[in-house]
């Protein structure tokens, strides 16, 4: 989660609660006949965001940094558009399945939006900078292709000497998973009708887990007034699901496979669980699964963490030689004396 949490700040629009509406123009970026503006609130706004994350004020020097990195996105973005470099709707389709699941492999749409609102988004933002993303990728990539095309695949000795390193970290904590009745209470749902349902659906069950099962399936049929399904795999140092589940976090580590809780209260509705899984602690292998219900093992984990670090590397280096090409005094103005608020 900490993962998803890092590249989701990156990928995010800013928004700050700074009142003062400040309108100077920072930068113009020029590459089409259409002119995209920098102000000093727009950059305000994001540097603000940044030292409440970072827990600091940036120096001017770093407000340079974030302000040219703004001015080359713009100009990338122009130039994908101009020379007329898009991306698909599998292709982003892919990408944000990716980011759904590293949330958690069974994650469902409430809590990828969960997830996104305790970052300080909606979906509908999320999805607009992201599609940004990926067009700035492609264009790199695609102008860059021979540097990327020059990465070589880490080796065998190279992931073992990693896994050596770094070997205490791979720590799987205990984890459970657990399916589930729900309620929902958020948005405008009504709470005490939420909470008349759950109690009346506890009734039945009455912690029998067959009669957990029955009731469980009966939420896809229309008009049940509940959701129910398979939460997925609940690890316990899982910060997103501590967000979710609230005071509840704790009980399915508290109960035996096959046992059904009483009614609990999460930030998504009234709820009942039933385990059907426990894993403990363990400190993993090269041939283990990476998290549990992952295709994906250690050993290829390492692998294409490795392989990212150098694909970051070139990236860095692909950005820069791009920079060079599209930033020139026709196509960039400054007004740096703008950044000493």
């Keep these: 989660m900490k993962r998803f949490a890092l590249i989701l700040a990156m990928l995010l629009p800013c928004i700050s609660m700074f009142p003062q509406a400040i309108d100077q123009n920072l930068a113009f970026v020029q590459l089409l006949n259409k002119r995209k503006v920098i102000t ?3 950059v305000r706004q994001d540097v603000e965001k940044l030292e409440a994350a970072s827990g600091r004020k940036l120096t001017l020097d ?38 759904r699941n590293m949330v958690g492999p069974s994650a469902t749409d409430e809590q990828f939006e969960a997830a996104l609102k305790a970052q300080g988004s909606t979906l509908d933002e999320f999805k607009t900078k992201l599609r940004k ?34 070997s205490a970290q791979f720590v799987r904590p205990d984890t459970v998973r657990f399916n589930y009745v729900l309620t929902d209470t958020t948005g405008n749902a009504d709470k005490a009708k939420a909470k008349e349902l759950i109690d009346s659906l ?20 229309a008009g049940s007034g509940y959701k129910g399904g398979d939460f997925g795999y609940l690890p316990k140092n899982n910060q997103q ?28 509705g009234y709820y009942i669980l039933k385990v059907t899984e426990i894993l403990g602690q363990k400190f993993l ?23 990212q670090q150098r694909q970051q590397q070139i990236l860095q280096k692909a950005v820069a030689e791009i920079n060079t090409e599209l930033r020139t005094p026709d196509t960039v103005t400054v007004f740096e004396q703008y950044l000493n608020w």
Excluded at 133 to 161: C, H, M, N, R, W
Excluded at 241 to 268: I, R
Excluded at 289 to 303: E, R, S, T
């Design 40 to 42: 000093v609130k727009q």
């Design 62 to 99: 770093e407000r340079k940094q974030y302000l040219n990195s703004q001015i080359t996105e713009a100009l990338i973005e122009q130039a994908a558009e101009r020379d007329k470099i898009t991306v698909s709707d599998a292709e982003f389709n892919t990408r944000l399945q990716g980011y």
């Design 133 to 166: 993303q990926l067009v700035t990728e492609k264009y790199i990539t695609t102008k860059k292709q021979a540097l990327f095309s020059a990465i070589k695949d880490p080796t065998e000795d190279e992931i073992g000497a990693f896994f050596t390193t770094y």
């Design 202 to 221: 506890a009734k039945q069950i009455n912690h029998d887990p067959a009669k957990f099962d029955e009731i469980m399936m009966k939420s896809a049929v």
């Design 241 to 268: 699901g501590q967000n979710l589940l609230g005071k509840s976090f704790l009980v399915p580590f508290s109960l035996k496979v096959g046992e059904v809780s009483d009614v609990l209260e999460s930030s998504m």
């Design 285 to 307: 292998t090269l041939a283990d699964a990476v998290q549990p219900g992952a295709a994906m093992n250690l050993h290829d984990y390492i692998k294409g963490t490795i392989a």
